[in-house]
T-cell receptor, first 104, second 114 residues
Framework: DAKTTQPNSMESNEEEPVHLPCNHSTISGTDYIHWYRQLPSQGPEYVIHGLTSNVNNRMASLAIAEDRKSSTLILHRATLRDAAVYYCIDDMRFGAGTRLTVKP | NAGVMQNPRHLVRRRGQEARLRCSPMKGHSHVYWYRQLPEEGLKFMVYLQKENIIDESGMPKERFSAEFPKEGPSILRIQQVVRGDSAAYFC????????????FGSGTRLTVV
């Protein structure tokens, strides 16, 4: 069973920032935190990952709490193409994910 | 540099037949993971393999399902005597290490049991 918990759904307006939260209540000291997203009828797509420090890449930023029990995926300016189901994982198991809807 | 290759993309089997799903990991990746996704649901972990070894099969159903990752060739997920409830998308992922550098997913095999 999944070890992470996320809200079922979130909404955002286009061009606005989005903060997607995740709780990692049972994360171990060596588990990386990964974020993926999935569009309909496609395989999951890697977004970002980190261990302890905050991370930035061209797609998003990842903020990791000091105790590592939570993380937040930040999309700085949501576009319609960012509408997807977003998953956070800290071992091999996926939760139900957050379905992000982006309104024009 | 090809990504994770899964075939076939679509597979139709009659109840009671066997289904074989293949996964070729990315070049240089020696860890393979299989997931099942039922319609409108999230991905469920099934099994984690390295070459010639099953590391974690805690997500595999106890009967009819098996997986292997031989020294040569792709990883195979085998489902014997398929039933309608096996209809799902099956995704394979690979990684160079034990997940620390992230997983790269294939496009999946969509199994339909009729």
């Amino acid at each position: 069973d999944a070890k992470t918990t996320q809200p079922n759904s979130m909404e955002s307006n286009e061009e606005e920032p989005v903060h997607l939260p995740c709780n990692h209540s049972t994360i171990s000291g060596t588990d990386y935190i990964h974020w993926y997203r999935q569009l309909p009828s496609q395989g999951p797509e890697y977004v970002i990952h980190g261990l302890t420090s905050n991370v930035n890449n061209r797609m998003a930023s990842l903020a990791i709490a000091e105790d590592r029990k939570s993380s937040t995926l930040i999309l700085h300016r949501a576009t319609l193409r960012d509408a997807a189901v977003y998953y956070c994982i800290d071992d091999m198991r996926f939760g139900a994910g957050t379905r992000l809807t982006v309104k024009p | 540099n090809a990504g994770v290759m899964q075939n076939p993309r679509h597979l139709v089997r009659r109840r009671g037949q066997e289904a074989r799903l293949r996964c070729s990991p990315m070049k240089g990746h020696s860890h393979v993971y299989w997931y099942r996704q039922l319609p409108e649901e999230g991905l469920k972990f099934m099994v984690y393999l390295q070459k010639e070894n099953i590391i974690d099969e805690s997500g595999m159903p106890k009967e009819r399902f098996s997986a292997e990752f031989p020294k040569e060739g792709p990883s195979i997920l085998r489902i014997q005597q398929v039933v309608r409830g096996d209809s799902a998308a099956y995704f394979c992922a690979s990684s160079p290490l034990s997940g620390g550098e992230g997983y790269t997913f294939g496009s999946g095999t969509r199994l339909t049991v009729v």
